[in-house]
């Protein structure tokens, strides 16, 4: 069954640290990978979106994602983190025409001043 | 430029209770989608539509009825409300299904089960 896998359910991180969050899938084929964020009472926003070309995603506030599609993962990484980043982290793949996502469990980034 | 709204945003409800959750977009989009978030599990797809008239069961359809007569109406309804149903509910809609159409999601609703 196709899958999405997020590693780290909670992490905590103090300002300036840098951050990879992990997320691996299960699909066979051509697949669409997502990471998208949401913060605290407010909806998911996305944050940046791999189709096909570059493996090295680049997405708003900082953040990149690389895709690897030999280990099947698509990680989250931002050089250095602040308050403001604080929020909910979700990997999401899609395959087929079906339009439907595939969230992971979630990541919980909590980063102290 | 309202997007993509979903009302109520806050709903307590009792056991057995029909529960009607609505949902909204004034982009026309052809595809709309219902998610319910629960901790440890991410987002689960309840049910999707592609089009008014056409709805599909994702993942976690049981318990959960949805319509599509109008393309910007999506709504979710509970025919009678479970514990297990508490929840935080998303809608979602894109513009397709191919390679580029992102997914746009709605504030979502927090809906209690008593």
């Known amino acids: 069954a196709q899958s999405v896998s997020q590693h780290n359910h909670h992490v905590i991180l103090s300002e300036a640290a840098s951050l990879e969050l992990g997320c691996n899938y299960s699909y066979g084929g051509t697949v669409n990978l997502f990471w998208y964020v949401q913060y605290p009472g407010q909806h998911l926003q996305l944050l940046l979106k791999?189709?096909?070309?570059?493996?090295l995603v680049k997405g708003i506030k900082g953040f990149e994602a690389e895709f690897i599609k030999s280990k099947f993962s698509f990680n989250l990484r931002k050089p250095s983190v602040q308050w403001s980043d604080t929020a909910e982290y979700f990997c999401?793949?899609?395959?087929?025409?079906?339009?439907?996502?595939?969230f992971g469990q979630g990541t919980t980034l909590q980063v102290k001043p | 430029d309202a997007g993509i709204t979903q009302s109520p945003r806050y709903k307590i409800t009792e056991t057995g209770r029909q529960v009607t959750l609505m949902c909204h977009q004034t982009?026309?989009?052809?595809?709309m989608f219902w998610y319910r978030q629960d901790l440890g599990h991410g987002l689960r797809l309840i049910y999707y539509s592609a089009a008014a008239d056409i709805t599909d069961k994702g993942e976690v359809p049981d318990g959960y009825v949805v319509s599509r007569s109008k393309t910007e109406n999506f709504p979710l309804t509970l025919e009678s409300a479970t514990r297990s149903q508490t929840s935080v509910y998303f809608c979602a809609s894109s513009s397709g299904a191919g390679i580029n159409n992102e997914q746009f999601f709605g504030p979502g609703t927090r809906l209690t089960v008593l």
């Open positions: 999401a793949a899609r395959s087929g025409n079906t339009g439907k996502l595939i």
């Open positions: 791999y189709f096909s070309g570059d493996p």
């Open positions: 982009w026309s989009h052809s595809y």
